[in-house]
């Protein structure tokens, strides 16, 4: 034990001659006992001759302090708790445009949630989750998530393509970038391209020409969409 220790010390007050020998601090009578304090030479000569009680003062002072403030301190640590989880959990998850709720991309979403009773965790960090939300619906003009408090919000913009019916002009659909074909819908016109197909740029994707017997063709305006995952590179400078 460190020297520099000083103990707070109970005894009988029958012991009072033998405390007057020694160096002793802050003596008192306290419920027919005498309370002091004193340094680890006197509390160990003490100790060895008569009946001692005895803590280390830092000690003494700790516990004292727990005791005074104990449910003030449980009170405080269970509302940083509530906060942090509170700031961490996901009691809610929420399409911010109710007309794109989409049972298959929440129960997509339910492998990164981990669930321990009513709460939900992500497994996951929310760049890594958005990432691959939108290689898998890549049908989607946006597909997101955000967390705000406990909720967990799902942010969906659908293409909506609303060619001109009454457009005269006749034509076809080309790629405007390079990329591989995930997903098409033709209303008008033939498609000339498959899923998983790679196509170059200024390829023909849907083609307003329909042909008939006798190798003629009939010509109207296409009308469709095709959707390709692009891949492009952007330098910036800092």
């Not at 002091?36 to 000569?45: D, P, S």
């Not at 965790?121 to 408090?149: P, V």
């Not at 074909?181 to 899923?195: A, M, S």
């Amino acid at each position: 034990m460190n020297k520099l220790n000083r103990y707070l010390c109970n005894t009988d007050k029958s012991n009072l001659e033998t405390l007057s020998k020694y160096n002793i601090r802050n003596l008192k009578v306290i419920d027919g006992e005498l309370e002091f304090e004193c340094g680890i030479e006197v509390y160990q000569a003490l100790n060895n001759l008569i009946n001692i009680d005895a803590i280390e003062i830092g000690r003494s002072k700790i516990i004292t302090f727990l005791k005074k403030y104990f449910i003030t301190l449980i009170g405080i640590l269970l509302i940083i708790f509530a906060l942090i989880n509170l700031n961490s959990s996901i009691t809610h998850i929420v399409f911010s445009d109710p007309d794109t709720e989409n049972q298959e991309v929440l129960d997509y979403l339910d492998k990164y949630l981990k669930k321990v009773g009513p709460f939900s965790y992500l497994n996951d960090n929310l760049s890594n989750i958005n990432l691959d939300l939108r290689k898998t619906f890549y049908h989607y003009e946006w597909i997101g998530i955000r967390k705000n408090g406990s909720y967990l919000y799902l942010d969906i913009k659908e293409i909506k393509t609303q060619p001109r019916d009454d457009d005269p002009r006749i034509g076809s659909y080309y790629a405007s970038h390079q990329g591989i074909v995930k997903r098409y819908h033709v209303e008008k016109g033939i498609i000339l391209v498959q899923e998983e197909q790679y196509v170059d740029k200024g390829e023909m994707l849907i083609s307003g020409a329909i042909p008939k017997l006798g190798g003629e063709f009939d010509y109207l305006r296409a009308k469709g969409y095709v959707i390709a995952e692009v891949l492009q590179y952007k330098e910036f400078r800092i």
